[in-house]
């Protein structure tokens, strides 16, 4: 099984194009990533992620793609993935596309603690992270036993500190609330 700490967000798919299941993409054209040095993608089908090998890929402008997936074989399972965020393996990524935390994928940041800079509070420890949308959460168990969701985003760190394992961010108010 593949877990969520084994997968980084590489870009989206879109609609199909044509009939026989190829789909148009983009990738983070910053990273430079070639789809064909992939061992696959990955696509969150029901909240699962789900492998998919990469049956063909060319090139299609700066950053977007056209991507045939193994045993999608027409327009209209191509559809059924339309619309889904493409991940890779981070074993399959060069170490430089991390994620700005000191050479750290965000999925390293499980087990940090999370303090709010607005005084530093311990507001809990990080126990998941959610970025199977546009808005990343991260999934906070409070010092209380409960747990919360708190958006992430790079505007609202403050600090952070890898040998200490704690993440220091502008916790927006009263959105700890919200999860009580």
């Excluded at 983009?26 to 696959?40: F, H, K, M, S, V």
């Excluded at 793609?65 to 965020?85: C, F, M, P, S």
């Excluded at 393996?89 to 999925?107: A, C, K, Q, V």
Aim: proline share 6%; glycine share 8%.
């Amino acid at each position: 099984m593949i877990a969520s700490t084994d997968i980084i967000a590489i870009g989206d798919l879109h609609k199909p194009h044509g009939v026989k299941g190829e789909m148009s993409a983009t990738l983070d054209a910053a990273d430079g990533i070639e789809p064909a040095e992939l061992r696959c993608v990955v696509l969150m089908v029901d909240g699962i992620p789900v492998p998919f090998f990469i049956e063909s890929a060319r090139r299609r402008g700066t950053a977007a793609w056209l991507i045939k997936l193994q045993g999608v074989d027409d327009d209209g399972e191509a559809a059924t993935l339309a619309n889904h965020e493409i991940y890779a393996l981070r074993d399959d990524l060069p170490p430089e596309l991390t994620d700005d935390t000191d050479g750290m994928y965000l999925s390293d940041l499980v087990g940090f603690a999370v303090l709010d800079a607005d005084g530093d509070q311990a507001v809990g420890t990080i126990d998941d992270i959610d970025d199977s949308t546009a808005n990343t959460l991260l999934i906070i168990r409070r010092p209380d036993g409960s747990r919360a969701l708190l958006p992430y985003s790079d505007e609202l760190l403050r600090g952070f500190d890898p040998e200490a394992r704690t993440l220091t961010l502008a916790v927006p108010a009263g959105v700890l609330d919200i999860n009580s």
